[in-house]
């Protein structure tokens, strides 16, 4: 029987805690190396995305499809508020505060 998991992700974070600098060092190092990496997927991404939408857009079509694949190209609207333009009273009223973590990894 599997000990449940909240038990195990305390242990590792135990474990975390008490790591040695350079030991913490080596998993900045991966997790820096991971955004790189993840940085350098969305650039291709974008890429990608741009060279179908050209080919869309020269064709004057929506929908584009291969033998394996079927791009689909959507108008989205998103409609927000910025707190310049709404009396303050609204503001309070409406808006909502979301509360996270962020983390910033600098190499130094």
Known sequence: MNPPLECILK?????LIKMKDKELDILLEKWSNAKSKAKE??????KYKKLVEKIM?????SVI???????????MTKTSL??????KDIWEKYSNRVCY????LQKK
Do not use: G
């Not at 499809?65 to 108008?75: F, I, W």
């Open 57 to 61: 857009d020269k064709n004057n079509k």
């Open 11 to 15: 242990y590792k974070i135990i474990v």
């Open 65 to 75: 499809s291969s033998s394996n694949y079927t791009v689909t190209k959507r108008e």
């Open 41 to 46: 997927l969305e650039d291709k991404c974008e």
């Open 82 to 87: 910025s707190k310049q333009n709404v009396p």
């Open 101 to 104: 973590p962020a983390f910033y």
